[in-house]
């Protein structure tokens, strides 16, 4: 059986072809987006609130035995947080098109 491994355009919980997220029922969704789905992964970013607080969290699980499990989650408490995150990402992206030297 083979995976599709496309890249599909954001999808947001407005979208008509949305399914539940396979989070803990302590959390409340409040939104998210779809960055990347297939047959075994899903790969997505949530707003989600637990005890009055809200957080982003960004989420991958993995399809087995039919049922999503989690297998990474990093996750956001504040705005502090998101700039420390930004500013190592901007910093570091423009090294994704730096080519590699081959070590033979």
Known sequence: MNEQNQR???????DAQTEQLPLSSFYK???????FRSEKWWEAIV???SLGRRSIAMYLWQ?????WKRKHKF???N?????KV?????????????HTSSSE
Do not use: F, G, H, M
């Not at 409040?30 to 960055?35: A, G």
């Open 8 to 14: 599909t355009e954001p999808r947001t919980t407005n």
């Open 29 to 35: 969704v409040v939104d998210y987006v779809t960055i």
């Open 47 to 49: 707003v989600i609130e």
């Open 63 to 67: 399809k087995r035995n039919d049922q």
């Open 75 to 77: 996750q956001l408490r």
């Open 79 to 83: 705005s502090q947080e998101w700039d």
């Open 86 to 98: 930004k500013e190592a990402i901007d910093k570091l992206a423009p090294k994704l098109s730096e």
